[in-house]
Nanobody, 122 residues
Framework: QVQLVESGGGLVQAGVSLRLSCAAS????????MGWFRQAPGKEREFVAA????????YYADSVKGRFTISRDNAKNTVYLQMNSLKPEDTAVYYC???????????????WGQGTQVTVSS
C-alpha cells in the first residue's frame, strides 16, 4: 500500500506560480512512477504530468507543456508539480497517483491522494 497526501493548492491570480507537493508513505516510494491528474467541475479526470521512478523520464499534457514541471525527491518521498503562468482553465482539483510503471492513463494507477484544490482567477 502507498498513501499519498497532496498539499500546496490555493486561490491565485492568473499568471502566478504555485507548487504542489505529494508526500508518500508506505511501500518504497522510489519503486513507483508518479502522476499528476486534475479534474474540473463537470469534467473527467485528465492527465497532467508523470515521472518515472528515477526522475529520468517525464511526460506532460500538451495543455501544460512548457508551464508545468514535475519532479521528485526520493529521499523525501515527495513528488512536486511546479506550475507557472497559471491560467483560469487550470482550475481543478489536482491529484497525485502512484503505480509501478509510467503511464498517462488514470485508470492504470492503483494509488491516489485525496486531491488539492487549485483555483486560478482572471
Amino acid at each position: 500500500q502507498v498513501q499519498l497526501v497532496e498539499s500546496g493548492g490555493g486561490l491565485v491570480q492568473a499568471g502566478v506560480s504555485l507548487r504542489l507537493s505529494c508526500a508518500a508513505s508506505g511501500r518504497t516510494f522510489g519503486g513507483y512512477a508518479m502522476g499528476w491528474f486534475r479534474q474540473a467541475p463537470g469534467k473527467e479526470r485528465e492527465f497532467v504530468a508523470a515521472i518515472n521512478w528515477s526522475g529520468s523520464s517525464t511526460y506532460y499534457a500538451d495543455s501544460v507543456k512548457g508551464r508545468f514541471t514535475i519532479s521528485r525527491d526520493n529521499a523525501k518521498n515527495t513528488v512536486y508539480l511546479q506550475m507557472n503562468s497559471l491560467k483560469p482553465e487550470d482550475t481543478a482539483v489536482y491529484y497525485c497517483a502512484a503505480r509501478r510503471s509510467l503511464s498517462v492513463v488514470a485508470t492504470d494507477y492503483a494509488y491516489w491522494g485525496q486531491g488539492t484544490q487549485v483555483t486560478v482567477s482572471s
